[in-house]
């Protein structure tokens, strides 16, 4: 089974750097992160979104979203975005 990197964009650091989310990212590289390692693509927090964003899964995380892309050729899971849901889908 292949493992993958986890790469975070820069718009992604600079949100999971607010107070906002700084008390959520130790969960997420102890738990998210992990599990996405393994496999990004299946799980009961996992679900690929449809229409124009088909490209993109979310993983939820009690009452965020984190938005992230996988690619296959280069084994890479891109972190992308982290919302509260309540604004996640707006």
Known sequence: MTNYKIAETAAFEKKIKSKKYEFIYQKIKSYVYPILRKNPHFGPNIKKLKGIYKE???????????????????????????????YAYK
């Open 56 to 86: 993109i899964y979310r993983f939820r995380l009690g009452a965020f979203r984190i938005f992230y892309k996988v690619s296959e050729e280069k084994v890479i899971v891109f972190i992308i975005d982290i919302e509260a849901r309540k």
